[in-house]
Nanobody
Framework: QVQLVESGGGLVQAGGSLRLSCAAS????????MSWYRQAPGKQRELVAA???????NYADSVKGRFTISRDNAKNTVYLQMNSLKPGDTAVYYC?????????WGQGTQVTVSS
């Protein structure tokens, strides 16, 4: 069982930055992949960024060059640094963990970008 707790969301103006955090209840180096997804009203949940246990990252085309996913194994925490935010980035952001036996979701944190 892995519990994920997100934090760091909020309201920001376009062009601003936010850093989301996802604290896991177990050592993240043992988790195959950790990801950030987002879901805007009326839209499907979409992958934003992911990082594997080996440190390989991938990003949605819409956030490449603006968002950075990273992790701190000592703190069992994964981060999403979001720069140059746009109104289109407004969504609930969810942390996701994939292990060898199951997958887990956090409760989500709201990010609102005003124009």
């Amino acid at each position: 069982q892995v519990q994920l707790v997100e934090s760091g969301g909020g309201l920001v103006q376009a062009g601003g930055s936010l850093r989301l955090s996802c604290a896991a209840s177990k050592a993240i180096f043992s988790i195959n992949r950790m990801s950030w997804y987002r879901q805007a009203p009326g839209k499907q949940r979409e992958l934003v960024a992911a990082i594997t246990s080996g440190g390989i990252t991938n990003y949605a085309d819409s956030v490449k060059g603006r968002f950075t996913i990273s992790r701190d194994n000592a703190k069992n925490t994964v981060y999403l640094q979001m720069n140059s935010l746009k109104p289109g980035d407004t969504a609930v952001y969810y942390c996701y963990a994939l292990t060898s036996v199951a997958d887990y979701w956090g409760q989500g944190t709201q990010v609102t970008v005003s124009s």
